[in-house]
């Protein structure tokens, strides 16, 4: 099991921007922010691997950006140009292997305990 923690989550009007952080400690491979949303599922926002292997949901494509430092095994997402639609609480999911589908929440095996984003003027 590995133990992931987030940071930086917060409040921030439309069109502003934050850093989400997730340190992990075990062994990962491919790591991944998710977001939910009270009634909905949790759905994959940004996924990358060690291998380089990176994905975007479509709706973030150009306004998110996600990095992994894999020596220390800090995964970011920087997140521009904020809408109210971003707002939920983001997980940082971290699996051991090479995942097939990087936004898909089944292929994780370890999650963060979420930080809360909140978009609105």
């Known amino acids: 099991q590995v133990e992931l923690v987030e940071s930086g989550g917060g409040s921030v009007q439309p069109g502003g921007s934050l850093r989400l952080s997730c340190s992990a400690s075990g062994r990962t491979f491919c790591m991944a922010w998710f977001r939910q949303v009270p009634g909905k599922e949790r759905e994959g926002v940004a996924g990358?691997?060690?291998?380089?292997?990176?994905t975007y949901q479509h709706s973030v494509q150009g306004r998110f950006t996600i990095s992994l430092d894999k020596a220390r095994k800090d995964l970011s997402l920087q997140m521009n140009n904020l809408n109210a639609e971003d707002t939920g609480m983001y997980y940082c999911g971290s699996s051991p292997y090479r995942n097939y589908n990087l936004l898909d929440r089944r292929e994780y095996l370890s999650w963060g305990q979420g930080t809360q984003v909140t978009v609105s003027s």
């Open positions: 990358i691997c060690n291998d380089g292997k990176t």
